[in-house]
Structures are given as structure tokens and as C-alpha cells.
């Protein structure tokens, strides 16, 4: 075994038994340090890894509630069939944001400037909808 430096010459030390068992010691308390710092540090990633997926899938599922509940209002161009009125149109368009159906009704009159709900075959209504 290599010892001190004197003088620029090595001086080599004797092995003794003490010596590897001092040696063997403190290697194997260096792996059980080593071995338990692993544990720890990969402890950690998981710990990481598990907050990460919850921030995303946890964000994923409001951002789906969210965009389910604002829902935008559109205009869909009807044309009125021969023996349709206003609320079997009213009725296959209408959903809960609406209001009531009668509500919605006077929605779909006033959007074409209709006086009553009387409509005519041939005619081409503009219908308020929730997409």
C-alpha cells in the first residue's frame, strides 16, 4: 500500500490487518451512506413525479368542468317546414340555459322581428342555440 509523500518519494506502508479491517469499515459504511442517499433522492422523484401528475390531471379536469358549464350562444338559420310552428322548432333547439320555454319562445320572436308566433311554410328563421 502507497503511503506518504517525503521528499518526492513515496514511502510505502505496511498492510496490516487492522489496516484492511479499518479500510473494509469505512467502505462499507461509505455504501450504506451511498445506499441510503439513493433511497432518498429516489423517494424524492417519486414524491415529485406523483405532484406533477396530480397538478396535470388535476388542472385536465377542471379545464373539462369548466368548458362544459360555458357554453356559447349561436345562431342556427331554420327553414320552416309546412305544419311547423314556432315552439316545435323552440323545442328541438331548446336547452336548459334557454330559461323557460315560453321565455324562449318570445327569444326566437323578437330575433326576427316577428309581432306573433305565427310563421309561415317557406320561411327561414334565425334560432338562438347553446353549443
Do not use: H, Q
Request: hydrophobic share 35%; charged share 30%.
Amino acid at each position: 500500500m502507497e503511503g506518504k509523500m517525503e521528499n518526492g518519494k513515496v514511502i510505502r506502508m505496511p498492510v496490516t490487518a487492522e489496516t484492511l479491517r479499518r479500510a473494509g469499515r469505512t467502505a462499507k459504511e461509505d455504501a450504506r451512506r451511498a445506499k441510503a442517499r439513493n433511497r432518498r433522492m429516489a423517494t424524492v422523484i417519486v414524491l415529485l413525479l406523483l405532484a406533477a401528475a396530480l397538478v396535470y390531471f388535476g388542472s385536465s379536469m377542471l379545464g373539462r368542468a369548466k368548458g362544459s358549464s360555458e357554453r356559447t350562444k349561436k345562431l342556427a338559420s331554420v327553414y320552416v317546414e309546412n305544419g311547423d310552428t314556432i315552439w316545435d322548432i323552440a323545442t328541438r333547439y331548446y336547452t336548459p340555459e334557454c330559461g323557460d320555454m315560453k321565455t324562449y319562445v318570445r327569444e326566437i320572436e323578437s330575433t326576427n322581428g316577428l309581432r306573433s308566433s305565427k310563421i309561415l311554410y317557406g320561411y327561414t328563421l334565425l334560432v338562438p342555440y347553446y353549443d
